[in-house]
Nanobody, 114 residues
Framework: QVQLVESGGGLVQAGGSLRLSCAAS????????MGWYRQAPGKQRELVAS???????NYAGSVKGRFTISRDNAKNTVYLQMNSLKPEDTAVYYC????????WGQGTQVTVSS
């Protein structure tokens, strides 16, 4: 059984930074894509950033230039460095990995105060 453990969420003032981590454990095939999604109250879950095994990345337009996704393949871990945070970044952040199957983390709350 695959388990994803997220950490790093919290409360921060606008302009501040947070770093999210998501570690995957269990029986997996080679992980292809790792990504972060977020869901704000009353809104649909949206892709924030994704990273493929060889390192290519994809970002939502609203976070480009402020957030950086990275991964450690040896540790099956994906990170999201979030800088210059804005109140509109407030949401529950979820990690997802794909190894032919999809697995989701439990979510971590990020709250940005103005």
């Amino acid at each position: 059984q695959v388990q994803l453990v997220e950490s790093g969420g919290g409360l921060v003032q606008a302009g501040g930074s947070l770093r999210l981590s998501c570690a995957a454990s269990g029986s997996m095939f080679g992980i292809n894509v790792m990504g972060w999604y977020r869901q704000a109250p009353g809104k649909q879950r949206e892709l924030v950033a994704s990273i493929f095994r060889r390192g290519s990345t994809n970002y939502a337009g609203s976070v480009k230039g402020r957030f950086t996704i990275s991964r450690d393949n040896a540790k099956n871990t994906v990170y999201l460095q979030m800088n210059s945070l804005k109140p509109e970044d407030t949401a529950v952040y979820y990690c997802k990995i794909v190894d032919g199957r999809e697995y989701w983390g439990q979510g971590t709350q990020v709250t940005v105060s103005s």
